[in-house]
């Protein structure tokens, strides 16, 4: 069992940045690939980005490619991301989710949802 929670959604200025944190605690974190999704109002979830077990391969959604990084401390237990260049459409719930073993390879490769573990998610509010 791995317990997630999220912190550092606010609001900001379009053009402007946050980073998100994960931390998780239970089973080793290390074993837990780790992605983060969001979810605006009327919306469907949609995938973020990814990381791997060690933090080696990172994937991303399109739409954030190049304006967000994804990445992990395994001693802190904890998953970021970095959020750059912010537009309005950024704006949603974002949720931290884990994957373990090679499921997590699995859903962190194709970009899934299907992740074992999710956070409550943070509020992302971009204002233009």
């Known amino acids: 069992q791995v317990q997630l929670v999220e912190s550092g959604g606010g609001l900001v200025q379009a053009g402007g940045s946050l980073r998100l944190s994960c931390v998780a605690s239970?089973?080793?974190?290390?074993?837990?690939?780790m992605g983060w999704s969001r979810q605006d109002r009327g919306k469907e979830r949609e995938f973020v980005a990814g990381?791997?077990?060690?933090?080696?391969?990172?994937y991303y959604a399109d739409s954030v490619k190049g304006r967000f990084t994804i990445s992990r401390d395994n001693a802190k237990n904890t998953v970021y991301l970095q959020m750059n260049s912010l537009k309005p459409e950024d704006t949603a719930v974002y949720y931290c989710a884990a994957a373990e073993g090679l499921h997590g390879v699995d859903v962190t490769t194709r970009g899934g949802l299907d992740y074992d573990y999710w956070g409550q998610g943070t509020q992302v509010t971009v204002s233009s």
């Open positions: 239970g089973r080793a974190f290390s074993s837990y690939a």
């Open positions: 990381i791997s077990w060690g933090g080696t391969r990172t």
